[in-house]
């Protein structure tokens, strides 16, 4: 398995309530990426990272911020939970170093956190 | 604005059947993949389709790619139980994947 940590993996929040999910990788992988997921959706982006305090957003971005300070954490922050933002949260890596970047986005996903903002 | 669409949404079958799911998407990409989910797990992936006219096979699972008709189709072969789990998948726009809304799979037996 590719090394990738989400935390927490369950957590229940207020709504209002400032919330941060991590995702640790030991992959030295460039690009890292947060998706939801919800029923009838598949995954949809939220926000994505292409290096050290470079990010950008996705489709689904409001409401979200991102911060990654170094190459391993990738950190999503909902500035204030909402119920809509209830959902699965997933994080992925993709392009090994030294790989072009033209070749091969193949992402791998951490094992997701179960949010529910009550 | 890349849509990726995959039917049928819902697939339930009888072991030893063999079926398609296809994945239609919107806009030209050569790159697209195919992923698996278990239920209350994480993805894994199961086919990177790279070129048009890739063909793919792992076990009962084929997967192939037309960029030129923007489709690609998994076959599954006398499906079995444990191949039960919804299927993504997944086109690449400027190093981000889009992801269809997923397929269930369901096998009895």
């Known amino acids: 398995d590719a090394g990738i940590t989400q935390s927490p993996r369950h957590k229940v929040t207020e709504t209002g309530t400032p919330v941060t999910l991590r995702c640790h990788q030991t992959?030295?992988?460039?690009?890292m990426y947060w998706y939801r997921q919800d029923p009838g959706h598949g995954l949809r982006l939220i926000h994505y990272?292409?290096?050290?305090?470079?990010?950008d957003k996705g489709e689904v971005s409001d409401g979200y911020s991102v911060s990654r300070s170094k190459t391993e954490d990738f950190l999503l922050t909902l500035e204030s939970a909402t119920s809509s933002q209830t959902s699965v949260y997933f994080c992925a890596i993709s392009a090994t170093p030294g790989q072009a970047i033209h070749m091969n986005t193949e992402a791998f996903f951490g094992q997701g956190t179960r949010l529910t903002v009550v | 604005e890349l849509k990726v669409e995959q039917n049928p949404l819902f697939l339930s079958m009888q072991e030893g059947k063999n079926y398609t799911i296809y994945c239609n998407y919107s806009?030209?990409?050569?790159?697209l993949y195919w992923y698996r989910q278990d239920p209350g797990k994480s993805l894994e992936s199961l086919f990177v389709l790279l070129s048009n006219g890739a063909v793919k096979q792992e076990g009962r699972l084929m997967a192939s790619l037309d960029t030129k008709a923007r489709l690609s189709t998994l076959h599954i072969t006398a499906a079995v139980h444990d191949l039960s789990a919804t299927y993504f998948c997944a086109v690449d726009r400027a190093q981000k994947l889009v992801f269809g809304q997923g397929t269930r799979l369901t096998i009895n037996p």
């Open positions: 806009t030209t990409s050569d790159r």
């Open positions: 992959e030295n992988h460039r690009y």
């Open positions: 990272s292409y290096g050290v305090k470079d990010t």
